[in-house]
């Protein structure tokens, strides 16, 4: 999507990512001598390899080899501009040290203490966790987590041995469990000069821990809601260096509260409306923003969308074009294959985005792709 965007401005972009066909890569033609580059994201050779190529390096996924990158902001022989800036995907990687962060500057975050499940000092162990956090609580992993694969939802002190053999070595923290009214998100533009703009405040629905649907605008008689969740949203990518478009997902506490789950140094799954649904969408900004052009607008052209996420049920393709055939018989819905090679359960193989006149349009546009789904779980 990104690569869809770049195209539209004449802004030439290669990627790294494992195998030819990686979905990028079936988007964008790279111009001889330069080619893109088959490798893990975390290899430094690779990254290497990229950046020998071009001009400006940004991620759309932050579990990557930022040490590499910040040693190729410092030392290349010629400048290369590398946005967000290595610092900010460092804190943000590990999602103890970005809470810790935004604590430090005042972001509301959900209480959370480091678990280390050796350790009988009440302060890293995991006894010690449910004597502060309270049961239940979220076990999560500090790295290397997406789509909740790295969280594990701790309800009894029996749930404990079970919970750190699912989350197996990695390294460990316990969150204070949330119970959320609903969760919002915003995305955040940052200019090269630290400006921050944000686009209209989404709730997120989501379903075993994945997003499953986003609506835009905010639903609900709350007029101020939308500005209370941009203004926390802002503050929170105002902490961080760099430039770029960052996802800010959000609990809205039963009391008014607004708490920051986590945050994304990308495009985020909660921005995917703004391609049909506002004025320039999270993908064109985000290169205005890297490539320090004047950013454009995030209003919405539209009265309301839906985005619906096409998630794997099983290995069976045919459930996923099922649903797309359906809104291929829907106004205003627009389709997006990734172009992945094989479905599995859970996995994002695309999205659709529904665009109507309100909230009620869309989701009668919504109801007939939902009841094509797999599970068909409306
Ligand atoms: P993503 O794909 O968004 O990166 P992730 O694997 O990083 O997901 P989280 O965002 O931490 O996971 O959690 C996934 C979902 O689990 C949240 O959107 C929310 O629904 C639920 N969740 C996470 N933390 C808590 C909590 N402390 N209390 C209650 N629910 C939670
Ligand atoms: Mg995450
Ligand atoms: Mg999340």
Redesign the pocket.
């Known amino acids: 999507m990104l690569g869809a965007a770049a195209s539209l401005l004449n802004i030439k972009v290669l990627v790294l990512d494992s195998g030819d066909s990686a979905p990028a890569k079936q988007v964008i033609a790279p111009t001889p001598p330069l080619s893109h580059v088959d490798g893990k994201f975390t290899d430094e050779e690779s990254v290497r390899q990229l950046a020998s190529q071009v001009d400006v390096l940004t991620v759309e996924i932050e579990h990557v080899n930022a040490q590499v990158l910040e040693d190729i902001m410092k030392d290349s022989s010629r400048p290369i501009q590398v946005h967000p800036h290595p610092s900010t995907i460092k804190i943000i990687q590990n999602?103890l040290t970005q809470k810790r962060h935004l604590t430090k500057y005042g972001v509301p975050v959900?209480d959370?203490q480091e678990v280390i499940a050796s350790s009988a000092d009440p302060s890293t162990s995991m006894q010690g966790a449910i004597k502060t956090l309270g049961l239940?609580?979220?076990l999560?992993s500090q790295t290397l987590?997406?789509?909740?694969?790295?969280?594990y939802?701790v309800e009894t002190e029996d749930d404990v041995g079970k919970a750190q053999t699912a989350l197996g070595d990695r390294p460990l923290y316990a969150?204070?469990?949330?119970?959320?009214v609903k969760?919002i998100a915003v995305m955040i533009v940052r200019s090269a000069s630290g400006t921050v703009v944000s686009y209209p405040a989404v709730e997120?629905v989501?379903k075993e821990?994945?997003?499953h649907i986003v609506f835009a605008p905010l639903r609900g008689t709350d007029q101020e809601l939308d500005g209370k969740a941009r203004r926390v949203a802002e503050k929170a990518i105002q902490t961080f260096e760099g430039a770029g478009v960052f996802g800010v997902?959000m609990?809205l506490m039963p009391d008014g509260e607004i708490l920051v789950?986590?945050i994304?140094p990308r495009p985020?799954?909660s921005g995917h409306y703004t391609i049909e649904a506002c004025y320039s969408s999270q993908y064109e900004n985000h290169l205005r923003a890297i490539l320090d052009l004047p950013l454009g607008s995030t209003e919405l052209r539209v009265p309301a969308a839906v985005m619906l996420n096409l998630i794997g049920a099983s290995s069976d393709m045919s459930e996923i074009t099922r649903v797309c055939q359906k809104a291929l018989t829907v106004p205003g819905a627009a389709i997006h294959l990734y172009g992945k090679s094989e479905s599995r359960k859970g996995r994002k193989m695309g999205h659709i985005t529904i665009v109507g006149n309100s909230e009620a349009e869309v989701r009668s546009r919504l109801r007939p792709l939902l009841e094509a789904l797999p599970d068909n779980d409306p």
């Open positions: 999602k959900v959370c239940p609580l979220m999560k987590a997406y789509d909740g694969r790295g969280n939802v969150e204070r469990w949330a119970p959320f969760e997120t989501h821990n994945i997003c997902e609990f789950n986590e994304a985020h799954n």
